[in-house]
């Protein structure tokens, strides 16, 4: 690890006016700062060209004046910051953390002379920027009614974007539209095609203790933050002192460098203590056999969660060679209309057919982890109340993963109905996330907060949710959906997205995919817990050949390297094993089909055997989802791959070193 420190003090009497910009380490991105009337801007340029035009910041306060006019700068301070931290877990095993940064210390010049830092942050990659709120002579907490805080985008700019403040959260197909086509506010990250061919991504890291940033356009056209409210209309009542979330713009040339932007996580802090115990999951579930109908989440004959079903799926959990099982609908609250039960859910109970005892045991006995479910309906009150009980009742029973969900629209509190993206709301994920940690419990968080981050500081922060996955599939999921999400939602972090569901032509849940696609996801998209979703019979005995592509694919990577794409068309990507010398190589397409080359120069010296699995000639997602063809060669780092991706299809290929 290599840190540099470069510090300019401005000391001396306070400046009503001034103006600096800010250059990232290659010189290539800046950030220009003005003080002008008493009110501080900024604007964000790449190879001098302004992306981000002269956008205002400030704080709207419930019981007092803005935090936004009349404002004097009383000292700036300038620093450089490098150095290259190695990951628990993820997407690279090394990130440099490489940035120039300026805080300026403001204040009001009349009034209540009220005070605040604003933190900049320049990468090679973007901007970070936020607020910093010490405590104050008159006062010692705050109600946040709103930020000021503008994205003064070209309004030309397209957009990908889905809406905000919906039941389903997250869970929603994204739209391209013009920037001043967007109605409503919209979720982050917001990612945009500029006029000027540059790509940018509009997101928040590091959220505790806050209400979420959604965006919408203000008077004047520009984007502004729209922090979630809490149900009496505050976003966030805070004690000083207080830091907001980091506002993030990422920066690239094109889309798919966007995607290997690690800003989210270099803006968090590194873990406080010992996270040895945190190791990524592969594991199967008692889940689809729910969604084809032939297990019921209910107690009754089709009960799914029984304990003969458990014990069957961990011998097939061994034969297969996957390490984990989460059961679902083994405690007392699945009954009748679940989502209506959340107030009851006991998460210390299991039924009467399941006897966690027993199968908790067999699974120790077969090497298999168990992994645990919690399905609160986001009746956080309820769940709250017993959250400490259970996750020591997991804990007992050796259960170190646990899988929690909060599938209602709302967060329910004491009555009240808030948005799980509130600060109620990301409070409760947080206390969640603490607890677990204390117990030593890994989560793979369902109906989510959007991620910021979290998971530097907190590695047993796996995976989440937070898009529409394959559970939407049957009719509300497309092929260009997978071509969008590595541009937008996996900015955030990873995705549980429930891949590998390799009997794509079920009637009840017929895919919008074709077989060669669903292995390419465990590629695409990244999660520390990738779930083999399918049951077993299928892996077993219909697609074994497809199957081996599952069992062989790594959850953890040592180096990740986009190769091609376009956001909402395709994407390809290479990873590198972080256990091995091998390397994987997936890629997806929308509706259309279309043949890429692939150079394999990223290879080191020496042979490949590149196992491939790819669509058939005749291949379609829609008439023809079964045709594969798999086939295994030699090749160097001299050589290319030219692979067709059929409409709705996919491909993935390992590279297994001599």
Sequence with gaps: MFRFFRWLFHLGKPLLEYSNTIDSPDGRTACSLELKNGQIMYSVLKDKKVLVKESHLGMA?????????????????????????ETKWGEERYIRNNYSEIALYLSESGGKKRLFTLRVRVFNEGVAFRYEI?????????????????????????????PAYQPDRYEYNYNRDAVYMLEGSVHTPLTLEHPTGYF?????????????????????????????????????????PF??????????????????????????????????????LKFMGIWWAMYVGEYTWAEGERHGATTKHAEEYIDACKRLGIEGLLVEGWNKGWNGDWLSNGPTNDFTHATPDFDLDKVASYAMDKGIKLVGHHETVGYIDNYEKQLEEAYKYYADHNIMYVKPGYAGAWMTVQGRREFHHSQVGVRHYQKALELATKYHICLDVHEPIKGTGLERTWPNLLTREGARGQEYEGGALFPSHATILPYTRLLSGGMDYTSGILDVGNSVKRMATTLARQIAYYVTIFSAMQMASDRPKIYEEVHPDVYKFIRDVPVSWDRTLPILGQ?????????????????????????????????????????????????????????????????????????????YMAPGGGFAVRLKKH
């Design 567 to 643: 956001i909402g068309q395709y994407y390809v990507v290479a990873r590198k094993d972080r256990e091995s010398e091998d390397w994987y190589i997936g890629g997806v397409t929308n509706e259309e089909g279309r043949r890429v080359r692939i150079t394999l120069e990223f290879l080191d010296d020496g042979a490949y055997t590149a196992e491939i699995y790819r669509d058939g000639p005749d291949a379609h997602y829609r008439e023809n989802q079964l045709s594969i063809e798999i086939e295994s060669r030699d090749v160097t780092k001299n050589d290319y791959m030219d692979i």
């Design 200 to 240: 940018l991504s509009i997101h928040e890291a590091a959220l505790y203790n806050y209400g979420s940033m959604t965006l919408k356009l203000n008077q004047r056209g520009a984007l502004v933050s729209d922090i979630t409210p809490l149900s009496d209309g505050a976003r966030a009542y805070v004690e000083l």
């Design 61 to 85: 306060l419930r019981g007092d004046e803005p935090l936004y006019n009349g404002l004097i700068l009383v000292r700036a301070v300038i620093k450089g910051f490098d150095e290259t931290w």
């Design 243 to 280: 830091n907001t979330p980091w506002r993030v713009i990422m920066v690239a040339d094109n889309a798919t460098e966007l995607t290997t932007n690690r800003m989210i996580l270099n803006l968090n802090d590194p873990p406080k203590e010992d996270f040895s115990w945190v190791k990524p």
């Design 134 to 162: 010490p405590p104050q002579p008159e006062f010692q907490r705050l109600v946040v009614q709103d930020e000021l805080t503008e994205f003064n985008v070209d309004s030309n700019s397209y957009a990908w974007h889905i």
